[in-house]
């Protein structure tokens, strides 16, 4: 799924999207209450989320949270911190030495503005985020968004549009766009 493209919700996609959904939300239960000391049956639960194993030397702290998990790319020597979500069906890539805060999330899906169109459809568009980035403590990355490297989303940040790279964002503030 891209920017460009809807996706229906009363479809065969649609249907083995939700059905992925409902195995990997299986999965990371089951991760989210490991002992924190069980490496080996975390490396399992993830190998089985993203369908291959971890890179060598990414971290993530669970509680850890992905829809789909086979569109999560993840580089090496990625930090991912307690409580984050990864909604990954229209495809993330972290790249090397990306650090994730807390729960942070990241989505690459949602639904049209216009009312006609919501319950019908999903939109979307991949998140990039590129070599050592920081993604502070609560933020918030949307579809299609690209992060320059080198830059910084600081804590609480809602990112729309697109970052350049060595740049610092931060901002929460919700304002009016339009009315119908």
Same mark, same amino acid.
């Given at each position: 799924?891209?920017?460009?493209?809807? +996706?229906r919700i /009363?479809?065969?996609?649609?249907?083995?999207?939700?059905?992925?959904?409902?195995?990997?939300?299986?999965?990371?239960?089951?991760?989210?209450?490991?002992?924190?000391?069980?490496?080996?049956?975390?490396?399992?639960?993830?190998?089985?989320?993203?369908?291959?194993?971890?890179?060598?030397? $990414?971290?993530i702290y669970?509680?850890?949270?992905?829809? /789909?998990? +086979?569109?999560?790319?993840?580089?090496?020597?990625?930090?991912?911190?307690?409580?984050?979500?990864?909604?990954?069906?229209?495809?993330?890539? +972290?790249?090397?030495? @990306?650090?994730?805060?807390?729960?942070?999330?990241?989505?690459?899906?949602? /639904?049209?503005?216009?009312?006609?169109?919501?319950?019908?459809w999903l939109?979307?568009?991949?998140?990039?985020?590129?070599?050592?980035?920081? &993604?502070?403590?609560?933020?918030? &990355? +949307?579809?299609?968004?690209?992060?320059? /490297?080198?830059?910084?989303?600081?804590?609480?940040? @809602?990112?729309?549009?697109?970052?350049?790279?060595?740049?610092? $964002?931060?901002?929460?503030?919700?304002?009016?766009?339009?009315?119908?």
């Amino acid at each position: 799924m891209t920017n460009d493209r809807l +996706l229906r919700i /009363h479809s065969a996609e649609f249907q083995a999207m939700a059905e992925r959904v409902l195995r990997v939300t299986e999965l990371t239960s089951r991760l989210n209450v490991l002992p924190f000391e069980d490496e080996a049956g975390k490396a399992a639960l993830f190998e089985r989320i993203l369908g291959r194993p971890l890179p060598a030397r $990414v971290t993530i702290y669970p509680p850890f949270y992905t829809d /789909h998990g +086979l569109n999560l790319d993840l580089a090496e020597r990625v930090f991912i911190n307690q409580n984050c979500t990864f909604l990954d069906y229209a495809g993330i890539r +972290l790249g090397e030495r @990306v650090m994730v805060g807390p729960k942070a999330t990241f989505i690459t899906v949602g /639904h049209p503005v216009d009312p006609q169109e919501r319950r019908g459809w999903l939109s979307g568009g991949p998140i990039d985020v590129a070599d050592n980035v920081w &993604i502070g403590a609560g933020a918030t &990355i +949307l579809p299609g968004v690209s992060i320059g /490297h080198d830059a910084v989303v600081a804590a609480g940040a @809602v990112v729309a549009d697109d970052v350049p790279p060595a740049t610092l $964002v931060t901002g929460t503030k919700a304002t009016v766009r339009r009315q119908w």
